[in-house]
């Protein structure tokens, strides 16, 4: 019995011992982990190292370009060249852009018009302007093979058959896309159908609101850094149509955002600081069928949103465009995250004014109807799986670009299913040109409601599989294809991305 007791005593004082080492311990793995954790929250982007970034001018906002009517056509100039921005106190910020300084006009079109675009390149080195999202000619779609030399104007023509939405134009030279968005070559186009009877917000810079929203890192000699990170560089400044954390000042009624994630990298989880209700009326290719109410919206790289705010009733109020970004999910393993990942951070903050004479007064009850592709009218499927590892390029079914090769070669007129799978542990939007698309099932279930509309890229999350549905029409081009990649700038860059001809 003695012995026993002891037995038990001597267990009792081991205990209490290991419990003391296991408290110690604890705390010496919660002081390591948080170490690791702050080593590991690191996605190989360097910081900012500008003391004195200017944020908070009012918010710019593209001028807009009508074009000039010639022969029953509209005529628009588009020059690309360097420039100069102030962005950290006393320095200067030297840049890319179309016209200006920063980005680039917003292209004003109206369905069935004829344009006419003329590009001229001065930048000093060769690049190319894609029209993302348009449905045109694959010989004018401004991909890799339509490349601008220094010094040269390249002239696209097409007829716009799209619907009521927002679209963009960017550079898009192989291996060089990354580079020359990142540092200021972007710019919006909006398509009206002259046709449409919708009550709206409609005035541009008033009501009608561009939001171009980019994240860079300046050094301190005010330069953009462009680190060219593997898997996607991501800055921790936000820029509003070329503005650091701006304000907008919105008149105290029904607003129309028209939001383009024009980063490289970063994907955004929106939404306001009193976290308002909105309504998501647009996708990347059309409107709705009717509005979406929400509280947060994700927006990938190259994707478009348009949602309608209500700041009726809220003159000399103030709220936040902030990224929830801590709030996604599975966005990036720890290996590829950063601090900014981790947390909720502004884009903008709005400062609500009076309002304007006659905004409108309710939400439209339905805005579009949608052609609804069924499974059934596809020709075929087509699979595409995207692979990346730590090193070498990125792939599509194995394969990364060569402008030589011809991927996928496509029946004009055929509806196909294309089911892609995402095999890596990093979100992968992934982008079709010249046409839209609608999403079938996201990993077997159809897509929310306010991704139920025409785009023309979608986000595939680590091991998932979506499959969308496309018509393809209009243009056949045996020899000159259009592209499909992925939208993180990086990655089609690495070889992400492949072509199709329609055929
Ligand atoms: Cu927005 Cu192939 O591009
Ligand atoms: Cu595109
Ligand atoms: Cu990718």
Known sequence: MLKKNRMTERFHMSRRTFLKVLAVGAVVLMGGGYLLRDRFLNDGNPSSTATDVIRGQRLPIPDLLTGTEMD?????????QPGSMTYVSGKQTATFAYNGNILGPTLLMHKGDEVVINVTNQLGEPTTTHWHGIHLPAIMDGGPHQRIENGDTWQAQYTIMNEEATFWYHPHLEGKTAEHVYHGLAGLFIVKDPQSE?????QYGTDDIPLIIQDKIFDADGSFNYPGTRFGVKGDQFLVNGAVTPVFDAPAQFVRFRLLNGSNARIYNFGFSDDR??????????LLERPVPLTRLRLSTGERAEILVDFSGEENSQVRLVSFSSELDNINPIWNSNALDDSAFDIMTIDVKAATANPITALPASLASINRLQEGQAARTRPFVLEMGFSGPMTINGQSMDMNRIDQTIKLNDTEIWEVTNNSDLPHPFHVHDIQFLILTRDGSPPAENEAGWKDTVLVMPRETVRIIIHFSDFADPVKPYMFHCHILEHEDAGMMGQFVVV
Do not use: S
């Open 72 to 80: 029953g056509k509209r005529v628009y100039d588009l020059i690309m």
């Open 198 to 202: 919708l009550d709206l917000p409609d």
């Open 277 to 286: 209700q909105f309504h998501q009326i647009g996708t990347d290719g059309g």
